[in-house]
Each structure stands twice: as C-alpha cells, then as structure tokens.
C-alpha cells in the first residue's frame, strides 16, 4: 500500500477541529504512515485558534475554519463538531477539496459514502466530494462482524458496548482524571460533561437520548444504522446497548452472533485473523484474551473469547478496538490512502 | 416481616470469614436489621484468626474455623472460600447448626435449596441444614427477571455483566486502589490478583476458565445454572459473557430478555417496579438510569432502560445490584430472616 500512497505528489491537507483528541490523533498518524502532507493547514472553531502545534517537528499556528480557509486545499480531515461539519464541508467541497469527515453529519446520507477501507473500499468510486467516516464504535464491531459475514453470512448480533471516556472528547477524558484524583482525596467526584460521575462507575449512556429514539441512545442508533450501510445488510438485526466505562482509550464490545450458515468457533477464529485489520488473541487457557490496554495505541482491531453459545448456535465474541486510532484517525488517514491508490485523490 | 424476625429468642451466630468482604457486610446487616443475635462467633480460616473485629458496638476476637466451634451454634453464615465451606459446613449441620453458604460449594447440589427470599422461599422449606445464597451477580439478574417470568414467561436471555472488583474479594478491590494510584503516578500498574491490570481497563474475564467449560469462565457458567434453579426453569435459555470493570462496589448488568408472551416496555416497568426488592429507576428524558453508585450501600436492584428491541419483539434493560449486599451479605440474612418466619429456625 505505502508505495503509491508515499510516491503521490505532496497534497495540500486542512485539518478542522485539529486541536481536539482525535485532530492531535490524525497528525500523529499521518507523520507515523509518512502520508505526502505537503502543506498542513490546522484549523479549529474560534474558541480553539490561535493556539500552535507541531507536526513533523514543525511549529504551526492553528487557525479559524471559515471557507475562505479552503481555498487551494486538495483534501480536508473534518474532526469537529457536527456543526461546523455541516457548515463548512460543502464549502470545502466547492473550492475543490475531498472531506474526509469524523462528525456524525454526513454519515447517513445517500451520496456520501461511509468506508472502513478493509471492508467497503468500493464505495469510495461513488464519492460526490464528502466521505464519512464511521463512528468509533461501529468501526470496531463492523470489522469483527464482517469476516463472519464473508463466511457464513449474518442474521442478527446482540451487542453490549463498553466504550472509553476519551470517546467523548477531551473534557470527558479529564473529567474522569479529575473525578479519580477527587476520589483518591475522599472528595465527591463532581460530574459536568456526563450526567454522573464515571470514576468508579459505569453508565449506560453514550451520548445522549433524543426524545424521537424512544429509550434510545444516539451513540446506540448510529451503530445499528452505521453498520448495515458498511456492511451493505440493510435489514441486519442488530439489538445494542452501549455502556460508558472509566477506562481512558479503548473501546470494547461483547458481541453474540447468528450467523447464516454453520461457522465453528474454529473456523470464525479462522476468518477473523485472515481478515485485513483483525488480530484473534484468544487463548483462555493461559488467560490470554483483549483488553482496552492492549489496543491502545496501536491500529488492530483484537478479537477474542470466541466461543459457541451454551444454548444454540451463535457465536459470542468479545472485540476491542482503539477508538481514537482505528476508531478515528486512522481510518480517515486509511480513507485518504485508498482514494490515492484508486487514483481519486 | 421485622415483627417475627425481631420478637424471636436470641440466637448464637457464627460466621465463617468474618474478616473478608462479605462476612464484614454481613456484620453490618445483622446490626442494621436487628437480626436477633444473641452470641455472635466470628470465625475465619487459620490465617486471619486473632484479628478482632466490631460488632453492635463490641469487641471480638476471630477464632479459628474448626468443627469445634460450631457446638451449641444455632445459625452459621459461611463468607469464606468454598474449600473451608466443603469441610466446615456438614460439621455445623452435624452440630444441630443451619448454614447459610455464601460459596459455590453447595449451590448446585439437588439436597440444597438455592434461595433469593423475594422469589423462591418456599424451597427453604426442603432444607437439610445448608441453604445456599446465589452468586452475587446471578442474584441481581435473577430479580430483574423473576417479575418479567412472572408477568409473561422467559424464552430466552442475553446478558453481558460489567462487574466490580469487590465481588473478587477484598485483595481485588485494593488492588484496583493500588493501580490507579500508581497511574495517577505514571507508574505501571502492577497485576497480582487480576491477570491484567484492571485499573482503566476491562477485562472479559471473571473469576477463571475451567479447561472443562470450553471457553467460558466459571462465572458465566454459574450464571446459567444458577439462575435456571433458582427460576424453575431447568431449560431456560441464558447466554452470557461477564466482564469486570474498574468499579469498586455494584455489579451491572445488560440483558436482551425474550418472553414466551407479548410484553410492552410500559408493562414491564410495572412488573418490574411492584416486585419486592427491585425499583425502575428510568427516565431517558431526565438522563435517568440507574449505576454501580446509586447502589452501593442499598439493598434495592435497580433497573433502568427498558425499551423494546430495535428488530423484535425482545426488551432490553439494565441492572444494578450492590454485590456485596443484596448480592451477598442482605440475601444471606433475608434468608435467614425467612427461616425464623417460616418456624424453620
């Protein structure tokens, strides 16, 4: 993949809402994949510019995303809020860039296609200009379903998420740092960025409720949605609930499987490891089974407790994922690096 | 039911493991309750005897557990290892003691009641000397799902637990101490009683896999067959992985319910909110649901987020249950409370 990629013509790159946990994420893995920035551009809302920071060694001023910013830019990383997203992408669009974008806004839109490279690369021919990435979550359990899906076809998963405070952003991640330094000195955690203190807990919300989702989480209609238009399954059962975990980076997922035809603990074990992306780490005799620890960092999507349901012939899985890497960052980078080798960038 | 419970002549209790978790819990509960105990034995394994330890304002000494100490005991809780349970508890019952077992030792055994008071006290009538307490994650599953059986029948369950480390034991609840303190430090958390670090992470492994259990852990495994005992349903369907999270006190749970008839989420609610010992603590519209906080202290299992399946017919919901309490020590002396009441003690 590296040589058509690193022998591209060094493209002009706008990074919007550069300064938050995923922007510092997707800096990081450009320099690390030697992805041909020539130019890099940080952008942020107004709040955020005017700070700097340092990409390949260099000093850069962050500036404010406004359209004009756009101009002369051959591709933008959007990982911002959903607003200015909805605002400013098509702007960038207009003046010639490719949006890779993080935020929820675009996702479900017919022409823009949603990719995990290793699982629906195609869809990126059809791009009108804007290409969304999935949500942290779905990309972990989207990449442990596919590979069973290639081999026996899905009929339904029941999924239970466990997902990293960081996948909230920046405060909720100092909002648990803060919480367990106050629990540490006997004090009440105060909670302003969850609706309870996570430290010491857990809660059983990502996101918020939207009063048209009847009980529903956000986070919890994304997966179900996100991971039939990946996977092209547009009447995939997919039963979820999802679960905030005082745990910085890393997102897990419990997941039990029906699949269509027969598929032995073995043989998904098989696939899942054959699959670009996936790593199988499961060997309950020596206690060897993923951790959110394990992930974090690295790009692999770790499988593991692969076992046959006691009482008929799903599987169940356990599956962890770094959700500002290969949650984030490193699938938009992933993005951009296969519109280069399918010579659409 | 105090009436019965408190009017009753005074009784001598001893109680196995009184220096660990659950027999301090215990200790709490007989006092707060005002079980009526006459003498109180603490007694624990060679180890921990000699220490000395407080109830109802007292000073006592822990002796050793040996058959010796049972003479003239009228009621023995075991909150000790299941080995000290295996050898120790017949030699109570030998003595003319009833034994109220917290262990795994015993549960499984068709000669011994396997009893949560709000659902099956009936089966204390067949007793032969030891009653046995269910698991304290079983316990919180099997209150949420006693009133939906009640209401419209079980077909099938899915739960996936997140569990605190106090149900492993005091050493794993200091252990997750130790460990955020020294990443608080940004020194390397260091495993002894987990076999990974526990603290910012989850691990999919509760207790320890049997080689006999094909993947799962005796966790999982009590879970299954617990709860089927304790419901009456021998063939019940229940699918489980269980995971244990960074959270001191109070046992979560999330479960895909499937009832034999139709069940809204309005009337669920209600069965679930008119069944002792359980309260619906579910408000979306307020981000209302209940946590391993609200919990720890109380005796309530509290379930929140009950909604009907995206794809069918199923419910969802989430469960809380304080493991050391009504998961532990509070079922152990409503049982024995139930006793007194049913003229069996």
């Known amino acids: 993949m590296a040589s058509a990629v ?9 990074l919007v809402g550069a300064t938050g946990l995923v922007g510092e994420t997707i800096l990081e893995v450009l320099a690390e994949r030697d ?9 942020a809302s107004r709040r955020s510019s005017g700070r700097t920071l340092r990409f390949r060694g260099e000093e850069l001023a962050v500036r404010e995303a406004e359209p004009a910013a756009f101009e002369g830019v051959d591709l933008v990383f959007f990982a911002a809020t959903g607003s200015l997203s909805k605002e400013l992408a098509p702007e960038a669009v207009t ?7 993080k935020s929820n806004t675009w996702r479900m839109d017919e022409r823009v296609p949603l990719v995990i490279p290793e ?29 069973l899906r290639r081999a026996a076809g899905l009929r339904r998963v029941v999924v239970t998420t466990l997902q990293a405070t960081s996948g909230a952003g920046r405060e909720a991640s100092e909002e648990l740092e803060a919480q367990l330094a106050a629990l540490a000195r006997n004090e009440e955690p105060v909670a302003t960025v969850f609706p309870s203190p996570i430290a010491h807990n857990v809660l059983p919300l990502c996101e918020r409720f939207d009063p048209d989702d009847d009980g529903y989480s956000t ?23 999802c679960v905030r975990v005082p745990v910085p980076v890393g997102h897990s997922a419990s997941l039990l499987v029906e699949c269509e035809r027969a598929l032995s603990p073995e043989k998904a ?27 974090a960092g690295g ?13 008929s012939e799903r599987l169940w899985l356990w599956q962890v994922v770094d959700n500002l890497r290969k949650g984030a960052a490193t699938n938009g980078v992933q993005i951009a690096e296969t519109l280069i080798e399918r010579g659409l960038l």
Request: hydrophobic fraction near 40%.
């Open 6 to 14: 690193s022998s591209h013509p060094p493209l002009s790159v706008a």
């Open 35 to 43: 992805f041909p920035v020539g130019r890099l551009l940080p952008l």
């Open 95 to 101: 003046r010639g860039a490719v949006v890779i974008d």
């Open 119 to 147: 699982i629906n690369p195609a869809a990126l021919e059809e791009h009108e200009g804007i290409i969304a990435c999935p949500n942290c979550t779905t990309i972990g359990v989207a990449m442990a379903l596919e590979p």
């Open 219 to 241: 986070e919890e209609m994304k997966l179900l949605h996100e991971t039939r238009k990946i996977l092209g399954e547009p009447d995939l059962d997919v039963s979820m609930t």
């Open 269 to 295: 074990r098989r696939a899942l490891d054959a699959f670009p992306g996936v790593r199988v780490v499961d060997d309950c005799a020596r206690n060897v089974f993923p951790t959110p620890r394990d992930v």
């Open 299 to 311: 790009d692999e999507v770790l499988v593991g407790r692969v076992r046959r349901d006691l009482t």
